[in-house]
């Protein structure tokens, strides 16, 4: 997983919805559930605030700096 990037930890809702956003404007993340690889282990996971992992590969890291930079820009006018 080293040419991966954790852009948020946290719950399953916010990492879908930044899947999709991401989706749209042509980057690629990578939602990996602990919640799940956990069960299938046999295993639980403690904490199911930051269950969720979304990735996104490196050579879509400045694409996705980019954005972000641009959206708050946006924000702030």
Do not use: C, T, W
């Amino acid at each position: 997983m080293k040419d991966l990037v954790e852009i948020y930890r946290g719950n399953l809702a916010e990492a879908l919805h930044i899947k999709a956003s991401l989706n749209e404007k042509g980057i690629n993340p990578i939602i990996y559930d602990q919640i799940n690889s956990a069960n299938i282990a046999g295993f639980g996971i403690p904490n199911y605030m930051y269950s969720h992992i979304v990735y996104i590969h490196n050579d879509q890291l400045d694409e996705f700096n980019l954005l972000n930079n641009k959206e708050s820009d946006d924000e702030i006018k």
